[in-house]
């Protein structure tokens, strides 16, 4: 991203909501450069852009703990050019994307590479997320420090579990050395080999192999096991099930360094939602109408640390093929914030300043990191607002992909602008339907 801007922005008359500091009120944020210069009332700055807040929310940056740029390798289904330009268009100045690319990215020359590119492409903050063991294969560790020297933020064989429970505490042993975060897929392969969708009467109904909860919910309680034993800094991704988010609570009131995200899928659908259609085909399945309850309750009462999208894009024709052939996986950027205002800010299930705390404070401290609005904290920031009527139309994404079962859906509340390093990389023209 670049280092310098010789312009001035001044956000006017906007609700500054930022968890970090406990601020919920109407400001001007003036931003020079990659720096925030100044906040308060009644702003002037001669030289600067203005940008009229009046009405909208403005948030520190979002940050997307989970996606999938598929570059290097994919670049077929994505780049990371055009998922970067999706992720602003849906309101994220940064994103972390999984290591299960062509080649895996688990050593520092394939790392740089993605850094490099992501410089390049000059849209959002790209922070790769490295491989925990060579090849995602869970035989052995992979290049973890020199890693986070290109650059990584975390590790992950995401895609698949870390293999044996011994790997997976010498990956946390070692990521403890290195201050690491340790981010696992949770899932058992003998519980979930061959399925399709979650089991249950809904599986059995449409006759596609149906995966237990219990595949998810086992190995998050050997990783929480294991996150005790080491003290590491434990993440559970795209958390789907109850009993994961009890294994999670359970850590969290003994102390334990864990944390979890969800995905707005699994917090909108259930499987009840499954029909003959691979874009209602994902990993972790869309689960039970009871897990989606528990999940929004974790959401509401802090248990749950960040919304991540899990956006997973797949050329169309890898997925234009029988629900059992195509692959796991749909699109988020776009939709995620759209879909949490919906799903749980205007239904009453938690307030703006959670559902803002979700997408910026929240992932921060997951990385060990901080998001504000402060005088000289980073000119990242999100604008968004929560009446905004709009139709998402996945043919008008910069995305490559486009499975996603929203397209299509009407909409209340979407990001009206991006702003990284003091630069609007993204502006919505009000109005416009995606």
């Known amino acids: 991203m670049p280092t310098t801007n010789d312009r001035l922005l001044l956000i006017k008359n906007g609700r500054v909501i930022d968890p970090a500091t406990k601020t919920d009120a109407t400001n001007d944020v003036l931003l020079d ?24 929310i403005v948030a520190p940056g979002f940050i997307d703990l989970h ?35 062509q080649p895996v990215n688990d050593n520092a020359s394939v790392t740089r590479s993605i850094v490099e590119r992501a410089a390049a492409a000059d849209t959002v903050q790209v922070w790769p997320i490295g ?16 890693m986070k020297d290109a650059g990584i933020v975390a590790v992950s064989d995401d895609g698949k579990s870390v293999a044996t429970a011994r790997l997976m505490r010498q990956v946390m042993d070692y990521c403890n050395s290195l201050d690491l975060p340790v981010i696992d ?3 058992d392969p003998s519980l979930f080999a061959g399925g399709v969708m979650r089991e249950g009467p809904r599986s059995v109904r449409l006759g596609l192999k149906g995966i237990p909860a219990q595949s998810e919910s086992i190995c998050a309680g050997r990783d929480v096991e294991l996150a005790v034993l080491t003290r590491a800094r434990l993440h559970i991704a795209h958390l789907s099930t109850t009993g994961a988010l009890e294994y999670v609570r359970h850590a969290k009131k003994l102390g334990v360094r864990v944390t979890c995200e969800v995905a707005p899928h699994h917090f909108t659908l259930c499987d009840e939602d499954v029909r ?57 950027f776009e939709t995620a914030l759209a879909l949490t205002l919906s799903e749980l800010f205007h239904t009453g299930k938690i307030s703006i300043t959670r559902l803002v705390e979700l997408f910026t404070t ?38 490559k992909s486009r499975n996603t079962p929203f397209d299509g859906r009407a909409f209340r509340g979407a990001p009206v602008a991006t702003i990284v390093g003091g630069r609007i990389v993204y502006r919505r023209e009000l109005g416009a339907t995606a």
């Open 131 to 146: 491989a925990a063991s060579v090849g995602s294969k869970g035989e052995a560790l992979a290049e973890i420090a020199a």
């Open 185 to 187: 897929h949770c899932e």
């Open 362 to 399: 929240g992932p921060a401290r997951v990385l060990g990191s901080e998001r504000k609005i402060a005088v000289g904290s980073p000119a990242d920031l999100t604008i968004f607002s929560t009446d905004l009527a709009w139709t998402y139309r996945a043919s008008e994404s910069p995305s």
């Open 33 to 56: 450069g990659v720096r925030t210069a100044k906040i308060g009332t009644g702003l002037s700055a001669p030289d600067a852009e203005i940008f009229d807040a009046s009405g909208m």
């Open 276 to 332: 003959y259609d691979t874009n209602y085909k994902m990993n972790p399945p869309l689960a039970s109408r009871a897990d989606r309850t528990a999940l929004i309750a974790g959401i509401a009462d802090g248990a749950v640390d960040a919304i991540a999208t899990d956006h997973a894009p797949h050329h169309p024709a890898s997925k234009d093929v029988e629900f059992d052939r195509a692959p796991f996986g749909i699109i988020g």
């Open 67 to 101: 996606c999938h740029l598929r570059e290097p390798g994919q670049e077929m289904s994505e780049t990371i050019e055009t998922g970067a330009r999706s992720a602003a268009r849906g309101g994220f100045t940064a994103v972390c994307c999984m290591p299960n690319t």
